[in-house]
């Protein structure tokens, strides 16, 4: 077994590293991993999922939270044993979809969103959805989300929770003006096989894709569609979605 391991930058998730190289029984292959290891919170899957994007196809992500909320990391440090064995079994798997935005060509990928917003100002542009102008809008922004990530920011914005087994993505708008408040449909479900584009009127304005954001200007489209590509994690067969909606928001303290 090739594998890799990114991991948050602390002591308990720097030891777990040591732990996991010592008690695996294969090769640390950073470049051409088979499995890989998050070691840390949700930020550190989406790291891990940015680092090798390009090699989903291929790999299996095994998420192990020492972090907070953790809604990605399924697994806990003293069930590296057991996780371990589980490897080989390749039914305890759970296929999320991601996002592919297109910015004037240039693509990128998302687990939980991409976020289109302006800081002190209103972000104005026309959103189109397959070709039909459905809404002029002025808001704080736009944050799409995939099935997974609408327990992230979307859930924060309003948007609906959504069953990680659906393929669908999510638009919510971000504080819409009240002057268009009834002119526009928020959130909207849209099926995996739509597109979205907005085209920006703001002169500058923000892209967040999950971790990272960019200042941009003079951005003519931002194309959003659900991509072909899935990330493929471990899970445990005792976990399912409405129990861990419950642990992680429910039953929390
Ligand atoms: P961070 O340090 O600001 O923490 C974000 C929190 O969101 C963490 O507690 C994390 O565990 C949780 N989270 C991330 N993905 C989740 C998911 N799919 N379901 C439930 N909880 C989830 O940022 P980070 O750790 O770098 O994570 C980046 C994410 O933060 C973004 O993708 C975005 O979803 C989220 N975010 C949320 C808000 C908000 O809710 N107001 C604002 C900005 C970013």
Do not use: W
Request: proline letters at 3%.
């Amino acid at each position: 077994m090739r594998y890799s391991i990114v991991a948050k930058d602390d002591y308990v998730s720097k030891e777990l590293t040591k732990k996991i190289k010592e008690t695996i029984n294969g090769t640390y292959d950073e470049a051409k991993p088979s499995i890989v290891f998050s070691v840390g919170g949700d930020g550190t899957v989406l790291d891990a999922v940015r680092k090798y994007i390009y090699l989903l196809n291929e790999i299996t992500l095994v998420a192990i939270n020492t972090g907070n909320i953790g809604f990605y990391t399924e697994f806990l440090p003293e069930e590296l044993n057991e996780l371990i064995k589980m490897l080989d079994d390749k039914t305890n798997i759970i296929k999320y979809p991601v996002l592919e935005v297109e910015i004037d060509g240039k693509v990128d990928y998302a687990l939980n969103e991409v976020v289109v917003f302006v800081n002190h100002h209103l972000f104005e542009g026309k959103i189109f959805v397959d070709g039909t102008e459905l809404m002029d809008i002025r808001a704080d922004g736009v944050c799409i989300s995939t099935p997974s990530g609408s327990t992230a920011y979307n859930k924060s914005l309003k948007g609906a929770v959504v069953d990680r087994d659906l393929e669908l993505m999510q638009l919510v708008l971000m504080a819409p003006f009240e002057t268009i408040d009834k002119r526009v449909i928020t959130p909207l479900i849209l099926n995996k096989d739509r597109e979205v584009l907005i085209k920006p009127q703001s002169k500058y304005f923000d892209i967040s894709v999950d971790r990272t954001f960019v200042t941009y200007q003079k951005v003519d489209e931002i194309k959003v569609r659900v991509s072909e590509k899935k990330v493929k994690f471990l899970r445990k067969s005792t976990q399912n979605f409405p129990k861990r909606l419950k642990e992680k928001f429910i039953s929390r303290t």
